[in-house]
């Protein structure tokens, strides 16, 4: 979809997180986004290899149902951290650019953006704060509040990040703790899927 959006137009469509991957993996030498591809391929089959032998089987309501909680946890959160903001300063968060630019982006976040602050940013928090705890729930915590911060934070950055705002920042950052509880209680699905349909809804209006 993004390049769908991006034919014909001087001004391509990018998600921010995507830019930093390719742009990361470019200092190797080879396009970033052809070396993402071989990644994730690798990483497919490696965990293909693995799990075979485990007899896990694959079905098709497993999917169903990833999408349908997802679904349920993005009209919650839509409801109450989109609510709580407008409370808080008496505006809502809109988005800007077209429909179909907005969905590709939206799509695009859920993936991406999950990749990096949710199994990377969060996940790698957890696992470095598990050992100072007693209790893990304690470094699950900690490591979900300083990854909401980074996530709200970075958005404001380089060349792609938006002018600072308290209502965005508040609203990115509640938006992020939600995501990273789910990611920490539910998974990598679980968090994209919401994140992605999240973003849909609000881009087409869903909530008004």
Same mark, same amino acid.
């Given at each position: 979809?993004?390049?769908?959006?991006? =034919?014909?137009? +001087? *001004?391509?469509?990018?998600?921010?997180?995507?830019?930093?991957?390719?742009?990361?993996?470019?200092? #190797?030498?080879?396009?970033?986004? %052809?070396?993402?591809?071989?990644?994730? /391929?690798?990483?497919?089959?490696?965990?293909?290899?693995?799990?075979?032998?485990? =007899?896990?089987?694959?079905?098709?309501?497993?999917?169903?149902?990833?999408?349908? $909680?997802?679904?349920?946890? *993005?009209? !919650? /959160?839509?409801?109450?951290? &989109?609510?709580?903001?407008?409370?808080?300063? *008496?505006?809502?968060?809109?988005? $800007? @650019?077209?429909?179909? +630019?907005?969905?590709?982006?939206?799509?695009?976040?859920? %993936?991406? $953006?999950?990749?990096?602050?949710?199994?990377?940013? /969060?996940?790698?928090?957890?696992?470095?704060?598990?050992?100072?705890? $007693?209790?893990?729930?304690? @470094?699950?915590?900690?490591?979900?509040?300083? @990854?909401?911060? !980074?996530? &709200? %934070?970075?958005?404001?950055? @380089?060349?792609?990040?938006?002018?600072?705002?308290?209502?965005?920042? +508040?609203?990115?950052?509640?938006?992020? %703790?939600?995501?990273?509880?789910?990611?920490?209680?539910?998974?990598?699905?679980?968090?994209?899927? +919401?994140?992605?349909?999240?973003?849909?809804?609000? /881009? #087409? =209006?869903?909530?008004?």
């Amino acid at each position: 979809m993004i390049v769908a959006v991006n =034919s014909g137009t +001087t *001004a391509p469509v990018r998600v921010s997180a995507d830019v930093w991957i390719k742009e990361l993996l470019s200092t #190797t030498g080879l396009r970033g986004g %052809l070396l993402l591809v071989v990644i994730a /391929v690798v990483a497919g089959v490696a965990a293909y290899v693995i799990d075979r032998n485990k =007899s896990i089987p694959l079905r098709r309501r497993y999917f169903v149902s990833i999408v349908v $909680e997802s679904t349920m946890y *993005a009209v !919650v /959160v839509a409801l109450l951290v &989109s609510n709580l903001v407008a409370a808080l300063f *008496a505006a809502a968060p809109s988005p $800007e @650019g077209g429909l179909w +630019t907005q969905l590709a982006l939206s799509i695009g976040a859920g %993936l991406y $953006e999950e990749l990096v602050f949710r199994v990377v940013l /969060v996940g790698g928090l957890a696992l470095l704060f598990r050992p100072f705890f $007693e209790n893990p729930n304690a @470094g699950y915590l900690l490591a979900a509040i300083l @990854g909401a911060g !980074v996530f &709200s %934070l970075v958005h404001y950055l @380089g060349p792609l990040g938006d002018p600072f705002a308290l209502p965005s920042f +508040t609203f990115r950052f509640l938006f992020g %703790l939600a995501l990273n509880v789910l990611f920490l209680w539910r998974g990598f699905g679980v968090a994209a899927w +919401t994140h992605a349909l999240y973003d849909v809804m609000v /881009v #087409t =209006s869903l909530f008004g």
